[in-house]
């Protein structure tokens, strides 16, 4: 069964600083992966998403991932974190798109 | 404007008092779902429609119910609300291909007391 692991519940960054989120998956074949973020009082939005090609991919608002299949793992990066970064951001695997698996999120917070 | 739009956004209700939750689409997506959010858990999947009239179960299917009777509409029909069922709720769609992106509402919070 395939299955996506955030293991950082919070995170803090200075605003103007590099972001890197984690997300290590399991998925038995290649897997469609995806981040999404979730704005207070909002559903979420699709940051971007891996299904072939090319390992590194950019999204919006600034933001790309790395697919490295040998290490499990499709972690966003930012380069320099800007206040209204700060949400929750999900990693998501899915390879049957019925059954898209979320992880349990990630909060990032961004000080001054 | 594309959009997914659930109603309510935020209601109270108490055990045992039956409640639908609205979904409504308009982007003529074949696919919608319906997915609880809670903290530590992140998402789970409730039931899923594949199109008007085909429905299926998720992860957490137990306690609720859903209809498709119209493509752009997907109700959430709880019979017998629990406490348990207390939870951040999100209506989902996308075109049927596991590389489209779902498109979310923008959640509806349940209370039941």
């Known amino acids: 069964a395939q299955s996506v692991t955030q293991p950082d519940i919070h995170i803090t960054v200075s605003e103007g600083a590099s972001l890197e989120l984690r997300c290590n998956y399991s998925y038995g074949a290649t897997p469609y992966l995806f981040w999404y973020v979730q704005s207070p009082g909002q559903g979420l939005q699709l940051l971007l998403k891996y299904f072939s090609g090319d390992t590194l991919v950019q999204g919006i608002k600034g933001f790309e991932a790395e697919f490295k299949r040998s290490q499990s793992s499709f972690n966003l990066r930012k380069p320099s974190v800007h206040w209204s970064d700060a949400a929750e951001y999900f990693c998501a695997v899915g390879g049957d798109f019925q059954k898209l698996v979320f992880g349990t999120g990630t909060r990032l917070l961004v000080s001054p | 404007e594309a959009q997914v739009t659930q109603n309510p956004r935020y209601l109270i209700t108490v055990t045992g008092k039956k409640l639908t939750v609205t979904c409504s689409q308009n982007m003529n997506h074949e696919y919608m779902s319906w997915y609880r959010q809670d903290p530590g858990l992140g998402l789970r999947q409730i039931y899923y429609?594949?199109?008007?009239?085909?429905?299926d179960k998720g992860d957490v299917p137990e306690g609720y119910k859903v209809s498709r009777k119209e493509k752009r509409n997907f109700p959430l029909i709880l019979e017998s609300p629990s406490p348990n069922q207390t939870s951040l709720y999100f209506c989902?769609?996308?075109?049927?291909?596991?590389?489209?992106?779902?498109?979310f509402g923008n959640g509806t919070r349940l209370t039941v007391t």
């Open positions: 989902a769609s996308s075109i049927p291909s596991s590389n489209s992106p779902l498109h």
């Open positions: 429609s594949m199109n008007v009239e085909v429905t």
